[in-house]
T-cell receptor, first 118, second 117 residues
Framework: NAGVTQTPKFQVLKTGQSMTLQCAQD?????MSWYRQDPGMGLRLIHY???????DQGEVPNGYNVSRSTTEDFPLRLLSAAPSQTSVYFC?????????????????FGEGSRLTVL | AQSVTQLGSHVSVSEGALVLLRCNYS??????LFWYVQYPNQGLQLLLK??????LVKGINGFEAEFKKSETSFHLTKPSAHMSDAAEYFC???????????????FGAGTILRVKS
């Protein structure tokens, strides 16, 4: 069982370049999200999706785009990379978040993608 | 809105000693609370969670946490530290009514636990 798969694991970009971080899950999870992790700041939510065709912004969405055309995939696009986007990016998925559901907030994480913007 | 404060970015204990990692939260609605653990170069994995019911919750690897509403705290403990517990620990909060208040899990800044032999 692969779980949540992120590619690439490492990437170096030059300022102004664009790229897409891929995320795929094979657990039939409806909820998917992207976080960035920076030292001393924990994980900050970039974008999330509660199902195919539905996305919403998190805490730090500027400079990033997402789409959710299938249940399995949730790519994160950097439109014009900046040094401030140097970070470790995590994709995470979950079953539906419903009031009273024991699954609410229980995320399954990928292994991360380390991005450096020069 | 939800927020989490973890007291102490680094905690060091001796092997066999008590582990105590502190977490305080703020939430406008009854919260769901979580502790996640991250080992080096890996993603996060769930350690334990509180949703409703018993306020003392037990997780994997001998960890437990107690939800104290009056203190808005959810501290993580383990009676006896093991070398394999060395990792970074994250406290997180989400609203118990996600459709009204957002399907978002908010993380604290993390606490790095060091275990000395």
């Amino acid at each position: 069982n692969a779980g949540v798969t992120q590619t690439p694991k490492f990437q170096v970009l030059k300022t102004g370049q664009s790229m897409t971080l891929q995320c795929a899950q094979d657990m039939n999870h409806e909820y998917m999200s992207w976080y960035r992790q920076d030292p001393g700041m924990g994980l900050r939510l970039i974008h999330y999706s509660v199902g195919a065709g539905i996305t919403d912004q998190g805490e730090v969405p500027n400079g990033y785009n997402v789409s959710r055309s299938t249940t399995e995939d949730f790519p994160l696009r950097l439109l014009s990379a900046a040094p401030s986007q140097t970070s470790v990016y995590f994709c995470a998925s979950s079953y539906s978040w419903l009031a009273g559901s024991p699954n609410t907030g229980e995320l399954f994480f990928g292994e991360g993608s380390r991005l450096t913007v020069l | 809105a939800q927020s989490v404060t973890q007291l102490g970015s680094h905690v060091s204990v001796s092997e066999g000693a008590l582990v105590l990692l502190r977490c305080n939260y703020s939430s406008s609605v009854p919260p769901y609370l979580f502790w996640y653990v991250q080992y080096p170069n890996q993603g996060l994995q769930l350690l334990l969670k509180y949703t409703t019911g018993a306020t003392l919750v037990k997780g994997i690897n001998g960890f437990e946490a107690e939800f104290k509403k009056s203190e808005t705290s959810f501290h993580l403990t383990k009676p006896s530290a093991h070398m394999s517990d060395a990792a970074e620990y994250f406290c997180a909060v989400s609203p118990s009514r996600p459709m009204e208040y957002g399907n978002k899990l908010v993380f604290g800044a993390g606490t790095i636990l060091r275990v000395k032999s």
